[in-house]
C-alpha cells in the first residue's frame, strides 16, 4: 500500500513542502504538497529530483577505509565497519592533537549542512569542543552579510526582507530569483510575488552584468552593471538621493546614529562620477535614484553576485542605508523584519556592542572570525603553514575542492595532512583524498526542522519532518558521527546519554514559540504559520543595540573605506574581461552531478560565455576551445556566445571539474571544468573585515588556444 507522507525538500532556502509516497519501506516518489499552507504546491525539479539522489546507486551505503597513499588517486576504499572507522579517528585526532596541539585539527563545514538543523546545530560544536579551526561554505557564500549586520544592527541575524507583497519599487542587485530562489529571502515562487510587484504598476530593476533569466516584461527590467563595480553604483545613488533632499531626517534622528560618517563616504561617488567605472550612464544613475525617491514604498536586496565582489560588506552596508535614510526601512512595502519561530536577532546580538573588536593578532597579521568561521580561501594556507599546520581535517557535506577558490593548491595540500576524513553522501572530489569516507543520512532518511530561514522569511513558519524512510545500509547523521568520534576520544558526547537527544537544542527552540514537535505532527503539513511581526518592530525588536539606532557608519569599517577610496582610484574603465558566476537550474553548487535526467545534451558542459561585442573584439567564434588565465590559474574552456551578457563580463558555471570523481559515474561522463582554478586564493583574496572570499569580478585573459 501506498502512504502519502508530508516533509520537506532541504535543498535550499524556500524549505518546500513535498509528499512522499512510501512503499514497503521505500520511496517511490517525491512531489510538491498543495496542501502546505506556505509553500502551496510550489517545488522546483532539483527537489522532485532528488528522489534520483536518494536512489543513486553511487551513494555511500558503507564506512570506507582508504588502502592507498592520499597522493595516489583513485582512492583505493575498502569497507570498514563503524566501530573501527570510529575508534582509529578518534585515536588518531588524539594522537596528532597530543603532539602539535588543539589547532591542528580543523573542520570544513560545507552548504546541505545548513539545511540539516542537527547538523547546523552540532557540527561546529564539535570543533569548538576540540578549540580547532572551523571554515565553512560561509566564506564563499554571504560572510559579509554576516559581518555588516553585526555592526549596523548589533545583531549578525538581523537581514531585513524585501517586502515583495506590497512594495512599489524593488531593486535586486546580484541575485537571480528565476533560477536560484533567492538567498537571504526564503520564499518558495518568488517569481510569482515578482509578477505581482509588475501587475501592481510596480517596478522591478535587477542589476546585474548579465540579462538574467528573471528578467521579462511580466517579471523586471535589465540595469547592466560592470562585475564588482556595485559599491560606487550605490554610494551614487546615495549620493543623488542626498543631494535632492531625498534623506528622511525624521526616521535618521529617530532611529539612526553617525550620518555624518555615511555622507562623508558618499560625498565624493556622484553619478558622474562612477558613471565609467560602473559603466551606468550618470543620468541613468539619476533616474534611478529618482523612481526610487518618487516610489511610494521601495524595497532592495543584493545576493552573492555582490557578496563575491571585493568589497561585500560596504556593499551590504549601503544596501541597508539606501533603505534607512529614505525611510524604507522597518515600513511596509520597504525592507521589513521577518521574526522567525523564535527571535533570532536576539542570538546572533554582539555580546559587547560597544567597542566592539573581532581582531586577532598573529605572525601573518590582524584576522578576525565571522561565526567562528576563518576564510576558506585559507584552507590551503594553514596546511601549508610551517609554524602551526593542520594536520587532519574533517569535511562534513562539503566539497572544497571544487567550490572553493584555488584547485591547485588544495589538491597539494590534502596529501601533507596526516589525516582527512569526509562526511558524505558521496563519493565527491574532495572525498577521493580521504583516509575514511563516511556515509551520512540523507533528507528522506533524517527528522529536521527548516531553521535556515529563520528570520528572512517571506512567511515565517516551522515544519517539522519525522525521517520518510529509516537510512538504507548503515548511513547515519553527522551528529551521530561526530558524537561517537567524541565518545571514543573521552570526551562528553550526546551518545553518553541512555537516550541521545539531538534535538535538544530544537526543542529548547520550539519551547520558545510554545511548540514541540509533536504539536507541529498534528498540525496540517506538519506546520506552524508564525505572525508577521508589525514592520517597525524591526527597531524595537530586532535591533540589538542598547540604544536601539541603525549605525550609518561603523567604526569598524574605517580602514576599509580608505580601501574602498583606493580600489576606486586604481579602477580605470577598461576593455579587462571579468569573470562573474553563472548558476543553472540543472546543478546545485557541486551536488547534482550525478543524477543523469540533469544532464541533457545542451547541459552536459560548463562553457564560458562571452558576449558577442567580447568575441569579436577577440576574434573568437562560438564553440572554440580557448585559454582561459590570470594569476591564480588557468583552464582550457569551450566558448559560448551569449548576447545576455553585458560586454565585459564573461560567466561560467561553478562545481564541475570531476575528471578525478572517480566514485561519481555519471559525473565522470560530462566531468566539465572547475572554473575556481581561476579564483584568487591565500592572503589578499578575501576581504577582511568578513573573511568573503573574492569570487566574482575576477579578471581573466581569454585567448585562442594554440
Ligand atoms: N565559482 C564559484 N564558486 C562557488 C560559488 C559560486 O557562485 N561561484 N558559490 C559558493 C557558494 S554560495 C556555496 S554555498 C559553496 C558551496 O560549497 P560546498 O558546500 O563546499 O560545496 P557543495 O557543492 O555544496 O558540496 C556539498 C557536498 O555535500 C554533499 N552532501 C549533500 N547532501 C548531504 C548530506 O545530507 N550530508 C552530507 N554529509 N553531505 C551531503 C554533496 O554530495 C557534496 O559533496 O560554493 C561556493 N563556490
Ligand atoms: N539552481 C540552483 N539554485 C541554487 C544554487 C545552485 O547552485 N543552483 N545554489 C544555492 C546557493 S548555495 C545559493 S548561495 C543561492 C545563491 O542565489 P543567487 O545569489 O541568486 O545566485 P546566482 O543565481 O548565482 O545569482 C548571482 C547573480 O549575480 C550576478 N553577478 C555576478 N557578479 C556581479 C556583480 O559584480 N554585481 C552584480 N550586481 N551582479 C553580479 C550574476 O550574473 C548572477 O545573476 O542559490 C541557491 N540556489
Ligand atoms: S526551490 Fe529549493 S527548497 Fe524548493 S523544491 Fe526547489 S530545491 Fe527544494
Ligand atoms: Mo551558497
Redesign the pocket.
Known amino acids: 500500500m501506498t502512504q502519502s507522507v508530508p516533509t520537506f525538500c532541504r535543498?535550499?532556502?524556500p524549505s518546500c513542502g513535498l509528499l512522499a509516497d512510501v512503499e514497503n519501506g521505500a520511496v517511490t516518489r517525491l512531489r510538491p504538497n498543495k496542501a502546505h499552507p506556505v509553500t502551496k504546491g510550489f517545488a522546483?525539479h532539483?527537489g522532485i529530483n532528488f528522489l534520483d539522489v536518494h536512489n543513486d546507486p553511487d551513494r555511500l551505503g558503507f564506512p570506507l577505509k582508504r588502502q592507498n597513499s592520499r597522493a595516489e588517486l583513485p582512492a583505493s576504499f575498502a569497507q570498514t565497519d563503524w566501530d573501527s572507522a570510529i575508534g582509529e579517528i578518534a585515536s588518531k585526532l588524539t594522537a596528532i592533537r597530543g603532539r602539535y596541539g588543539d589547532k591542528s585539527i580543523a573542520g570544513y563545514m560545507g552548504?546541505p549542512m545548513?539545511f540539516n538543523s542537527t547538523g547546523q546545530l552540532e557540527i561546529p560544536g564539535f570543533f569548538k569542543g576540540l578549540n580547532g579551526r572551523f571554515f565553512s561554505?560561509l566564506t564563499q557564500?554571504?560572510a559579509n552579510k554576516l559581518a555588516a549586520s553585526e555592526v549596523i544592527y548589533g545583531s549578525g541575524n538581523l537581514h531585513p526582507v524585501p517586502d515583495l507583497d506590497n512594495t512599489d519599487y524593488f531593486l535586486c542587485?546580484?541575485?537571480?530569483?528565476r533560477?536560484?530562489?533567492?538567498?537571504f529571502y526564503s520564499v518558495a515562487d518568488p517569481i510569482s510575488l515578482l509578477r505581482g510587484v509588475i501587475s501592481r504598476g510596480g517596478r522591478v530593476i535587477?542589476?546585474?552584468?548579465?540579462k538574467?533569466e528573471?528578467v521579462s516584461p511580466a517579471t523586471g527590467e535589465w540595469q547592466p552593471?560592470?562585475?564588482?563595480?556595485?559599491l560606487y553604483?550605490l554610494a551614487a545613488l546615495l549620493n543623488t538621493i542626498d543631494a535632492a533632499g531625498g534623506f528622511d531626517e525624521q526616521v535618521i534622528a529617530r532611529h539612526g546614529k553617525n550620518i555624518e560618517g555615511l555622507r562623508r563616504f558618499i560625498q565624493p561617488y556622484t553619478a558622474e562620477a562612477v558613471a565609467e567605472l560602473t559603466a551606468i550612464p550618470a543620468a541613468q544613475i539619476r533616474q534611478i535614484a529618482q523612481d526610487w525617491m518618487a516610489a511610494p514604498r521601495a524595497s532592495v536586496h543584493?545576493?552573492?553576485?555582490?557578496?563575491?565582489?571585493r568589497q561585500g560588506s560596504l556593499c551590504y552596508w549601503l544596501v541597508q542605508m539606501l533603505s534607512f535614510v529614505t525611510g524604507n526601512l522597518g515600513r511596509e512595502g520597504g525592507n521589513i523584519y521577518s521574526r522567525g519561530f523564535y527571535p533570532s536577532t536576539q542570538f546572533g546580538a554582539l555580546r559587547n556592542s560597544e567597542g566592539f573588536n573581532p581582531w586577532q593578532q598573529s605572525a601573518q597579521g590582524e584576522f578576525r572570525e565571522v561565526a567562528g568561521n576563518l576564510p576558506g580561501n585559507l584552507l590551503a594556507d594553514y596546511i601549508h603553514d610551517e609554524q602551526q599546520p593542520i594536520r587532519a581535517l574533517i569535511v562534513v557535506g562539503g566539497n572544497p575542492l571544487l567550490s572553493v577558490g584555488g584547485e591547485v593548491r588544495l589538491r597539494e595540500a590534502f596529501p601533507k595532512l596526516e589525516l582527512l576524513v569526509v562526511i558524505d553522501i558521496y563519493r565527491s572530489a574532495t572525498a577521493e583524498y580521504a583516509d575514511y569516507l563516511l556515509p551520512a543520512t540523507d533528507w528522506l532518511e533524517r527528522e529536521d526542522i527548516n531553521m535556515t530561514g529563520v528570520g528572512m522569511q517571506s512567511q515565517p513558519f516551522v515544519h517539522y519532518t519525522e525521517a520518510v524512510v529509516a537510512a538504507r545500509d548503515q548511513r547515519k547523521p553527522e551528529w551521530w558521527i561526530l558524537a561517537a568520534i567524541n565518545q571514543a576520544m573521552g570526551l562528553p558526547s550526546l551518545l553518553d546519554a541512555d537516550e541521545p537527544q539531538p534535538l535538544r537544542k530544537i526543542d529548547g527552540l520550539l519551547a520558545m514559540a510554545g511548540l514541540t514537535r509533536q504539536t507541529l505532527l498534528e498540525k496540517s503539513a506538519q506546520t506552524q504559520v508564525c505572525d508577521v511581526p508589525a514592520p517597525e518592530l524591526l527597531f524595537s525588536e530586532g535591533l540589538q543595540f542598547a540604544d536601539q539606532r541603525v549605525d550609518c557608519a561603523p567604526a569598524l569599517f574605517e580602514p576599509a573605506f580608505d580601501e574602498a577610496r583606493k580600489i576606486f582610484e586604481e579602477s580605470t574603465a577598461d576593455t579587462q574581461l571579468?569573470l562573474?558566476?553563472?548558476?543553472?537550474?540543472?546543478?546545485?553548487?557541486s551536488w547534482?552531478q550525478n543524477v543523469q535526467k540533469l544532464k541533457r545534451p545542451a547541459h552536459q558542459r560548463n562553457p564560458l560565455h562571452i558576449s558577442p561585442a567580447d568575441a569579436e573584439r577577440l576574434n573568437l567564434s562560438d564553440e572554440q576551445t580557448v585559454k582561459v588565465s590570470n594569476q591564480w590559474g588557468e583552464i582550457t574552456a569551450e566558448i559560448k556566445l551569449d548576447d545576455s551578457l553585458h560586454t565585459g563580463?564573461v560567466?561560467m558555471?561553478?562545481?564541475w571539474g570531476n575528471q578525478r570523481s572517480f566514485g561519481l559515474s555519471v559525473a565522470q561522463q560530462y566531468p566539465g571544468v572547475n572554473v575556481n582554478q581561476l579564483l584568487p586564493t591565500g592572503p589578499g583574496s578575501y576581504e577582511k573585515l568578513s573573511n568573503q572570499a573574492f569570487m566574482?569580478?575576477v579578471p581573466v585573459q581569454v585567448e585562442a588556444l594554440a
Open positions: 535543498i535550499c532556502e522546483c532539483k552548504n545548513a561554505a557564500d554571504c542587485l546580484g541575485e537571480n530569483p533560477v536560484s530562489h533567492m538567498s535587477y542589476v546585474n552584468p548579465r538574467i528573471s552593471i560592470r562585475p564588482d563595480s556595485d553604483f543584493m545576493s552573492t553576485g555582490v557578496n563575491m565582489g571579468r562573474i558566476n553563472l548558476r543553472t537550474p540543472y546543478m546545485h553548487n547534482f563580463a560567466a558555471t561553478h562545481g566574482s569580478g
